[in-house]
């Protein structure tokens, strides 16, 4: 199974709004309302940010959204703030039960 | 509050095997199901395993399969992962996680790091 597709960077000014794409197939994002989105500052562990492709847990402020369309997912960031700055990955659930992660996505707010 | 905290990391050698434990506190343990995710030294994660909240399904990602194993302990509140056989390309963090909905992980422990080299 191969892993999901994002672009290695992203980035914008404060209160500017950005979105990161995760695209994957039939057989994972396009199959399954399983995609969640995973915030991780340097040194620490992910953070869950949104899950089901855009419910947010409890405490993730509502700057942060999520969406699909078709076998690409989207995580949009907007407002941005400075601590908004990490690496960003897309999961999925995959048929046959596995899951798979995105490369990642760096985050620079400028 | 939920808390995670895996131990059981270090450094082995090639070929040799290594347990890790992952401690779950702060909610009942038995009806959760649990991950294990890994992350290479500067690269992204990686989904290793995961095992039902009532231990009969356990599934694993290719590169792990018939290597690893996952099982939990109800009476010890944790789950371990039994690696075997371990490569040079299984160093990384180990995290355990949660599971939510759709295989989500809502919560995360802080990782326990595995290095193998001879």
């Known amino acids: 199974q191969s892993a999901l597709t994002q672009p290695p960077s992203a980035s914008g000014s404060p209160g500017q709004s950005v979105t990161i794409s995760c695209t994957g197939t039939s057989r994972d994002v396009g199959g399954y309302n399983y995609v969640s989105w995973y915030q991780q500052h340097p040194g620490k562990a992910p953070r869950l940010i949104i899950y089901e492709v855009s419910k947010r847990p409890s405490g993730v402020p509502d700057r942060f959204s999520g969406s699909k369309s078709g076998n690409t997912a989207s995580l949009t960031v907007s407002g941005l703030q400075a601590e908004d700055e990490a690496d960003y990955y897309c999961g999925s659930f995959v048929g046959g039960n596995i899951l798979v992660f995105g490369g990642g996505t760096n985050l620079t707010v400028l | 509050q939920v808390q995670l905290v895996e131990s059981g990391g270090g450094v082995v050698q090639p070929g040799r095997s290594l347990r890790l434990s992952c401690e779950a506190a702060g909610f009942t343990f038995s009806d959760y199901a649990m991950h294990w995710v890994r992350q290479a030294p500067g690269k992204g994660l990686e989904w290793v395993a995961v095992v039902s909240k009532d231990e009969n399904n356990k599934y694993y990602a290719a590169s792990v399969k018939g290597r690893f194993t996952i099982s939990r302990d109800y009476s010890k509140n944790t789950v371990f992962l039994q690696m075997n056989s371990l490569r040079v390309e299984d160093t990384a963090v180990y995290y355990c996680?949660?599971?939510?909905?759709?295989?989500?992980?809502?919560?995360w422990g802080q990782g326990t790091l595995v290095i193998v080299s001879s």
């Open positions: 996680a949660r599971v939510n909905t759709g295989w989500s992980g809502d919560f």
